[in-house]
């Protein structure tokens, strides 16, 4: 059974740090693009960054460039989300993503941006 479970949200200030967290399991982690999407309120989901299977490819929506970095540990069969200078326009749920095959997804978490 597919399992991805999402930690690391909550409240941040404007400017501030927040680091996402997604356990993977059921599946071979190594083998699967890994990739974080957001659903703000009353808008639809949209893709935020991507991660090859060896780390060696790292793709980003624009507006998180140079803010947003996403990594993988294939050990713990963990991707992470590290997202510095928060703004509150990055206020969503975030979701993680596995492709494997199919697309599988966490429960979300919530990030919230604001002062």
């Known amino acids: 059974q597919v399992q991805l479970v999402e930690s690391g949200g909550g409240l941040a200030q404007p400017g501030g740090s927040l680091r996402l967290s997604c356990a993977a399991s059921?599946?071979?982690?190594?083998?699967?693009?890994m990739r974080w999407y957001r659903q703000a309120p009353g808008k639809e989901r949209e893709w935020v960054a991507a991660?090859?299977?060896?780390?060696?490819?790292?793709t980003y929506k624009d507006s998180v460039k140079g803010r947003f970095t996403i990594s993988r540990d294939n050990a713990k069969n963990t991707v992470y989300l590290q997202m510095n200078k928060l703004k509150p326009e990055d206020t969503a749920v975030y979701y993680c993503?596995?492709?494997?095959?199919?697309?599988?997804w966490g429960q979300g978490i919530q990030v919230t941006v604001s002062s």
């Open positions: 991660i090859s299977v060896s780390a060696t490819t790292t």
């Open positions: 993503n596995a492709a494997y095959g199919m697309d599988y």
């Open positions: 059921g599946f071979t982690f190594s083998s699967a693009t």
